[in-house]
T-cell receptor, first 112, second 112 residues
């Protein structure tokens, strides 16, 4: 079974802090994704990566950056957290960009 | 950018009844996927149907796809309280690197 893990289930940060969200998958998947989920807005893609050191902007990349130094790990970085980045963050991975995505449990981030 | 739109937004049924959820989309797709999300958790992939398929089954799940109407339906037969969750359709447009686009989700409540 594919396992996607995220470093924290819940996180509380202050405005202006730098925040790192880590995601690790154990199935040698090429593709990894970061989404945020907000009530009434569904899932929105922030960034994705189709290979080590490669990244592509999603629909809402502003205020975020990512890092993929190893195949199994995809990090989401909030350079200077703001209150409007309070959200549920979901990481996913897939073998092929066309196919099924496997999701982690999510990180609920609160920015005060 | 929203592609799939689910209908209804919320559904409440009695245990043992069937639940039907619909998804409509606007542009040509490569495949359509349904996911489930239990409260506060990550998404779990349920079923994928390709554009050249009309119907697929998986246990108590039945998915249909009508590309002429640009719509899909997810039927859960003999529902159980454990089916209570949010259900999302996600569409993969045609195109080599097209992303998966999620709808806003349907909240299903199954009363025991």
């Amino acid at each position: 079974d594919v396992k996607v893990t995220q470093s924290s289930r819940y996180l509380v940060k202050r405005t202006g802090e730098k925040v790192f969200l880590e995601c690790v998958q154990d199935m040698d998947h090429e593709n990894m994704f970061w989404y945020r989920q907000d009530p009434g807005l569904g899932l929105r893609l922030i960034y994705f990566s189709y290979d080590v050191k490669m990244k592509e902007k999603g629909d809402i990349p502003e205020g975020y950056s990512v890092s993929r130094e190893k195949k199994e790990r995809f990090s989401l970085i909030l350079e200077s957290a703001s209150t409007n980045q309070t959200s549920m963050y979901l990481c996913a991975s897939s073998l092929s960009i066309q196919e099924t995505q496997y999701f982690g449990p999510g990180t609920r981030l609160l920015v005060l | 950018s929203q592609q799939g739109e689910e209908d209804p937004q919320a559904l409440s049924i009695q245990e043992g009844e069937n639940a039907t959820m619909n998804c409509s989309y606007k542009t040509s797709i490569n495949n359509l996927q349904w996911y489930r999300q239990n409260s506060g958790r990550g998404l779990v992939h349920l079923i994928l149907i390709r554009s050249n398929e009309r119907e697929k089954h998986s246990g108590r799940l039945r998915v249909t796809l009508d590309t002429s109407k640009k719509s899909s339906s997810l039927l859960i037969t003999a529902s159980r309280a454990a089916d209570t969750a949010s259900y999302f359709c996600a569409t993969r447009n045609t195109g080599a690197n097209s992303k998966l686009t999620f709808g806003k989700g349907i909240t299903l409540s199954v009363r025991p």
